[in-house]
């Protein structure tokens, strides 16, 4: 009896110790797992970071002074930088001439570039040297063009540099098929686009003017001249794109940083003068005027123009002070020819400001003090500067027709829902 009474209490004990053991244990702060030596980037990886490293610097050097030394700025170009990098990486990632499609470009978020409001921009990779196929369904967009994209100074060809989808042979059930080559097939009687011969990016040009009702097109774009399945990409072609990311990245964030400043020193703040793009991949038969901005929250601008008497879009749209368009789609910040009548005497007048003017015709400076104002004829039987005239904000009633339709907080904020809820269903992305 004894005998097991001294094994129980031994047993007993071990128990105890085992419990007590497994406790502390549990205490103890968990051993981390060896880390594992870092290897080497891959080849081109380091340097990108380098390129980044430094490239918000670079864009502020090119700013006067208090724009440099001011936080807000700092941080706004540093948004411009982080624009730029995501817009090139896509292309980077997804571009390909061989298995080619329409990405995303510039828009609301990737805002370089100064992206017109009512536009959603694509492009597609192309091969100069290959036959490509274009089909898809018509929309009721009244302007929807793909432009042939060369590189600057690059021999251009004879053909034509944009596509107009609206201009096609549809079926019955509104599809359209085009052939995009350098010559064109012996016997072919469908539309065919001539490829130019430094071509390397088709751009699609989706311009809605009233964003609720009108539907844009569908678009498929598929190389011919090789076949279907794509390989592994190699690794000297993965390497090719990372290595190729620093200059574009750089170039397209850099490139227009300055642009506002640029028009103060030339005397155009508050007023307008002509921008030609047309060799930097404008689209053919739309002019462009634009200007800087520089308002107090109690002043206002009043733009009157002359309205053509053909016209097939016409739009105006503001920037901040590093040319990223303002928000249109959270705020009152963008006016095309549906958003936007003429007045009875056939006068377009439009009131810049920081505040509510309580007029239809109204662009939201949206917090910036400075910026630019850009406006579009497009396909337009004349295309007229408009005059600029600062007012006080409080009298900006005293400058307008005495018809000029009035508009109460509550119908402004309703207007900005419907705007953001039509825009949002764009197919943007």
Sequence with gaps: ??????????????????????????????KQPQAATAQPNPAGWDE??????????????KLPQDMRNDPQVQQEVARLALEALTAQTIDAVGGDADFPEFLPTI???LNVGQPNADTIYRSARIDPKGSYRLRGTRGTLNLAVIGQVVPRNAETGSGRAHLDLNALKFDAQGRFDVLVSAT????????WWELRPAANRLMLRMVASDWEKERAPTLTIERLDKPMGRPRRSAADLEARLRALPNTVGFMASMFVDHVEQLRAEGYVNKFKVFDITSGGGLTGQF??????????????????????????????????????????NNHASLNAAQAPADKDGILRIVVSAKDPGVANWLDTSGYRRGAIQGRWT????????????VALADVRKHLPAATPAITPEQRQQ???????????????
């Design 415 to 429: 207007l900005i829902r419907e705007r953001r809820a039509a825009y949002l269903q764009r197919p943007f992305w």
């Design 288 to 329: 462009y005027y634009e200007g800087a901005y520089d308002l107090a929250d109690d002043e206002a601008l009043i733009i009157e123009s002359a309205v053509p008497k053909q016209c097939h879009y016409r739009s105006l749209i503001l920037t901040n002070e590093l040319y990223e368009t303002t928000d249109w789609y």
């Design 1 to 30: 009896m004894m005998k097991r009474r001294l094994l129980g209490t031994i047993a007993a004990l071990a128990g105890a110790a085992a419990m007590m053991q497994a406790s502390a244990r549990a205490a103890e702060p968990a």
């Design 107 to 109: 828009n609301y978020l």
């Design 184 to 191: 064109r097939p012996e016997g072919y009687t469908g539309d």
């Design 48 to 61: 990108l970071i380098e390129s980044l490293r430094n490239l918000p610097g670079r864009m502020l050097a």
């Design 379 to 390: 396909d337009c039987d004349s295309q007229p500067i408009p005059t600029v005239h600062k």
